[in-house]
Nanobody, 117 residues
């Protein structure tokens, strides 16, 4: 299983970015896919999750500004981030959870998002 994130970079406050996570080696449509982020000096925390039943943004601080979506044909998970502030500066990770006889968990390598003027 491989998860490859892309789309990170430097953006000015108030700007937008869309992150992508492309998965291989997994039945993507059956996987619970999540975005996490880890700000400098802080612990990794979930941003939101996408399942076959729908998507949910978990982090209260980004509700209304961040949106998760997925394309099961392209095996890709997205995170649309609008109205970015410096608080969004972090490494963003894609996570996959699925059952293949037993539950399996995989992480992407992460993509850096820096919000700065």
């Amino acid at each position: 299983v491989q998860l490859v994130e892309s789309g990170g970079g430097l953006v000015q406050p108030g700007g937008s970015l869309r992150l992508s996570c492309t998965a291989s080696g997994v039945t993507f449509s059956n996987a619970v896919m999540s975005w996490y982020r880890q700000p400098p000096g802080r612990e990794r925390a979930v941003v939101g999750t996408s399942t076959s039943a729908g998507t949910r943004i978990t982090a209260d601080s980004v509700k209304g500004r961040f949106t998760i979506s997925r394309d099961n044909v392209k095996n890709t998970l997205y995170l649309q981030m609008n109205g970015l502030s410096s608080e969004a500066t972090a490494v963003y990770y894609c996570h996959a959870l699925f059952r293949d006889g037993e539950w399996r968990s995989y992480w992407g390598q992460g993509t850096q998002v820096t919000v700065s003027s």
